[in-house]
């Protein structure tokens, strides 16, 4: 894009949805399909998503999962077949009615997730209990229909990868859904991402789970991120599918099931915490390029002495960090600060004439603004703390605003006042959560972790005034 | 699966698509699913796929190529914008007509292809020729309704990638062609699969190209699978989605693109090529597993002894190998020889009490049958020199193979004799190959490279007996 086309990027304070929209196009992350719905996601944006993918694969295969492909169609009447399931998914599924150029008799849907398309398998997989656990993920595409689409948190089709268990026990299954949950609490981590882990609310649960529990974001516009989930299914699904097996004690079992996923919102969620009004900041960890180094020259001769010098640079960093020289001619160094800047590069390196004579450069950390001058030689030690440092550094600016941003109240009319989430001792009645969610667009999202085993710190429920049961976070959401 | 329940692998010479279906599924490659056409590809075949894709990655990122991802969905007016394309196409593709519980106005094709998905957006990026050349990858899945489906080679949906360019000027984008051309040759070379390159005829050709460029492989019962494809389109698609640029000329010129594909069907060709009639027969690149560790022992105490001992080996070469010990009890040494021999793993190291007291393994090669006893102080020194061995051995069958199994015919009468591929001098006449695809079910597979510019041996066509152009090679094919 020409300079002269160039867009800025809204304030954050002035219009946080607005802010997003920007930086995800400026930046080169994605933009919008011809399908409503549908996002494009650009090579800058999709190699965000492949880091994160390589070391949630790498946590996976670590931890003995094996990865398996079913086909995007399910039948329909499999997904009929859980009765819940299919309330919560009906109103997103896209519908295949022909196909080879005849009517289908079949009606076949494209995968909301694939509980319904993988467990009449399973089932037949699944003879004994020396079969168990059966431990299978899945890196896929996925179709919810979104009436309204928003760039990597909601579009009609996304990348995620979905797991999918089956144990002898319950024990068992409810051990794999706090695994699970820590791995993906370790991968925003990875994102230097404070994240919030428990469990959801009756109404908040997958479609068909016993249970959800959920690593909760916040933006910085105060609104919560759903990031992962991971559910135990109990044996609904099991029942349904006849997944069963013959136990030890020569009497069949149903299976006790979970399914967990992490999909590209974390791409959106990783912008929504750690973006500023100047574009992206990106921790080092899924920066597609750590280090940019931006070359400074007047006239030919600067230009290659300056070039050279940047090369030498690059060759005796290059196996250590992702590193590019950014060598386009015609494009003033402001212009490239600014276009790197945007795209939130972790470390700048400056190279000018005075750099090249004194065998230094000038380093520009993106999360927080600092430029100071280094010799060459003092680079190899700097780095790797300069690196750590940059992630630490995102990681408590946004635990530092979490805190911030999360106020304990009392009572209904406290709510009116919150810009953030905030905490409250709760009936867990659904009626409740369905009138906060119709009067103020808030819901619950999590039951922390540490608070299950604790009693609330009021004995009422904000809401209904009947008795409370445990100290929950409720917030609006993406 | 239990013993008693195992089904043998028919003999590649008695029925060898009925081979073929047997260590698909006794290898535990993929199975078919509720899905008519669609396949389940379980972990073992998955891996394998993996293990190709992780080395085209490499090679296309190495080569500067972005990866991108494109809706799956394509507005059908856009498939029907190119004539040849849609042509091709239109009898293949699945439909959706209803989503969000709504019929949608208008229908989207599930991408069989994404030049009609990519290439309006490809005109939105291109504006001048700095911006060129754009060159882009994508992994993903795609849709062609199949009528007769076969694992991995033929089914409703598979995984693949497909590259998508575009360039100034004609050369380019021809030179872009041989590069990826080669480069697939090289995956095949890394599976230890020899291939056969070159051009298309016009019938064979991709909907919508200009030319199209093969890597096509030769089957154990001399049939032909096309390995991947690299096709040169003209501007035949960028006319028709206006992917023009503004030249340095000051003019407006239309892009020439390409288009190039490697899906998991090599999985299939990769059977095909090295199976026998005891299962699969893996290169070591593209092992799961490179070496499978069996312990032989009689009781409680030798097992602890032998496991040990097992342990110790696993530890010394698993950083360095894909390596896995067999400790599953209730099984006999035999049946798990077995298990890993159809599995095709390379190199099996039987370890028994008389190996544990002379510090010795008895090592076994899946490619030529051989057992060897060796030292284990002889195995880190040994173990490279066996994979690069099993690697070229495995690969020069093939080539043996291949060579025994292309036949010079000069006359269509001769037809009728021929088991294998044969080469033949060829008027390129297309009539002449719908008859010869009528009478025999065989078509043109490919001109190779180095007869683009030799004379035909042969001055007349063996169908017609025009004059001939080309020496071609023909084939059935899967």
């Given at each position: 894009?020409?300079?002269s086309?160039k867009?800025?990027?809204t304030?954050?304070?002035?219009?946080?949805?607005?802010?997003?929209?920007?930086?995800?196009?400026?930046?080169?992350?994605?933009e919008?399909?011809?399908?409503?719905g549908?996002?494009?996601?650009?090579?800058?944006?999709?190699?965000?998503?492949?880091?994160?993918?390589?070391?949630?694969?790498?946590?996976?295969e670590?931890?003995?999962?094996e990865?398996?492909?079913f086909p995007?169609?399910?039948?329909?009447?499999?997904?009929?077949?859980?009765?819940?399931?299919?309330?919560?998914?009906?109103p997103?599924?896209?519908?295949?009615?022909h196909?080879?150029?005849?009517?289908?008799?079949?009606?076949l849907?494209?995968?909301?997730?694939?509980?319904?398309?993988?467990y009449?398998?399973?089932?037949?997989?699944?003879?004994?209990?020396?079969?168990?656990?059966?431990?299978?993920?899945?890196?896929?595409?996925?179709?919810?229909?979104?009436k309204?689409?928003?760039?990597?948190?909601?579009?009609?089709?996304?990348?995620?990868?979905?797991?999918?268990?089956?144990?002898?026990?319950e024990?068992?299954?409810?051990?794999?859904v706090?695994?699970?949950?820590?791995?993906?609490?370790?991968?925003y981590?990875?994102?230097?991402?404070?994240?919030?882990?428990?469990?959801k609310s009756?109404?908040?649960?997958?479609?068909?789970?016993?249970?959800?529990?959920?690593?909760e974001v916040?933006a910085?516009?105060?609104?919560?991120?759903?990031?992962?989930?991971?559910?135990?299914?109990?044996?609904?699904?099991?029942?349904?599918?006849?997944?069963?097996?013959?136990?030890?004690?020569?009497n069949s079992?149903?299976?006790?099931?979970?399914?967990?996923?992490?999909?590209?919102?974390?791409?959106?969620a990783?912008?929504?915490?750690?973006?500023?009004?100047?574009?992206?900041?990106?921790?080092?960890?899924?920066?597609?390029?750590?280090?940019?180094?931006?070359?400074?020259?007047?006239?030919?001769?600067?230009?290659?002495?300056?070039?050279?010098?940047?090369g030498?640079?690059?060759?005796?960093?290059?196996?250590?960090?992702?590193?590019?020289?950014?060598?386009?001619?015609g494009?003033?160094?402001?212009?490239?600060?600014?276009?790197?800047?945007?795209?939130?590069?972790?470390?700048?390196?400056?190279?000018?004439?005075?750099?090249?004579?004194?065998?230094?450069?000038?380093?520009?950390?993106?999360?927080?603004?600092?430029?100071?001058v280094?010799?060459?030689?003092?680079?190899s030690?700097?780095?790797?703390?300069?690196?750590?440092?940059?992630?630490?550094?995102l990681?408590?600016?946004?635990?530092?605003?979490?805190?911030?941003?999360?106020?304990?109240?009392?009572?209904?009319?406290?709510?009116?006042?919150?810009a953030?989430?905030?905490?409250?001792?709760?009936?867990?009645?659904?009626?409740?959560?369905?009138?906060?969610?119709?009067k103020?667009?808030?819901v619950?999202r999590?039951?922390?972790?540490?608070?299950?085993n604790?009693?609330p710190?009021?004995?009422?429920?904000f809401?209904?005034?009947?008795?409370?049961?445990h100290?929950?976070?409720?917030?609006?959401?993406?």
């Amino acid at each position: 894009m020409a300079i002269s086309e160039k867009r800025t990027i809204t304030k954050q304070a002035i219009d946080f949805p607005a802010w997003y929209q920007d930086v995800v196009r400026e930046a080169e992350l994605a933009e919008s399909s011809e399908v409503r719905g549908c996002g494009i996601v650009r090579p800058y944006g999709l190699k965000i998503w492949e880091l994160i993918k390589a070391e949630l694969s790498r946590r996976l295969e670590d931890d003995g999962v094996e990865n398996v492909y079913f086909p995007i169609f399910v039948p329909l009447e499999n997904l009929e077949a859980e009765k819940d399931h299919v309330e919560g998914f009906a109103p997103e599924l896209a519908v295949v009615t022909h196909a080879g150029g005849e009517e289908l008799t079949n009606k076949l849907a494209i995968r909301p997730t694939s509980e319904a398309a993988m467990y009449k398998t399973y089932a037949k997989w699944i003879q004994s209990y020396k079969d168990l656990p059966l431990r299978l993920n899945q890196w896929a595409n996925v179709v919810r229909w979104e009436k309204r689409p928003r760039a990597f948190l909601r579009w009609s089709e996304f990348l995620w990868q979905e797991g999918h268990t089956a144990f002898a026990t319950e024990d068992e299954a409810r051990a794999e859904v706090i695994k699970m949950l820590d791995i993906y609490k370790d991968i925003y981590d990875f994102m230097a991402i404070p994240t919030f882990t428990g469990r959801k609310s009756e109404n908040e649960k997958f479609a068909g789970a016993v249970m959800t529990t959920t690593v909760e974001v916040m933006a910085k516009d105060g609104k919560a991120i759903q990031g992962a989930t991971s559910h135990y299914l109990g044996t609904n699904f099991a029942e349904v599918f006849g997944v069963n097996y013959l136990g030890a004690d020569g009497n069949s079992h149903f299976a006790h099931q979970n399914s967990w996923g992490l999909s590209w919102r974390s791409v959106g969620a990783l912008v929504m915490v750690h973006g500023d009004d100047n574009g992206l900041r990106l921790p080092p960890n899924i920066a597609p390029i750590q280090i940019i180094i931006v070359p400074i020259y007047k006239d030919e001769v600067s230009r290659q002495q300056v070039l050279d010098f940047c090369g030498t640079i690059k060759n005796k960093f290059g196996s250590n960090y992702r590193i590019k020289i950014d060598e386009r001619d015609g494009q003033t160094p402001g212009f490239k600060f600014n276009y790197w800047e945007v795209r939130g590069v972790p470390v700048r390196l400056e190279v000018g004439l005075k750099e090249v004579a004194e065998n230094k450069v000038t380093l520009f950390r993106r999360d927080n603004g600092v430029k100071e001058v280094m010799a060459i030689e003092d680079l190899s030690k700097a780095l790797p703390v300069i690196m750590s440092d940059i992630h630490q550094s995102l990681y408590q600016q946004a635990v530092d605003f979490s805190a911030k941003h999360i106020n304990r109240i009392e009572s209904w009319d406290e709510i009116k006042d919150q810009a953030g989430w905030f905490e409250a001792s709760w009936s867990e009645d659904p009626e409740t959560e369905k009138q906060l969610k119709e009067k103020y667009g808030i819901v619950s999202r999590v039951l922390l972790r540490e608070k299950e085993n604790e009693a609330p710190k009021n004995k009422k429920c904000f809401i209904s005034g009947q008795e409370a049961k445990h100290d929950w976070l409720f917030a609006k959401c993406y």
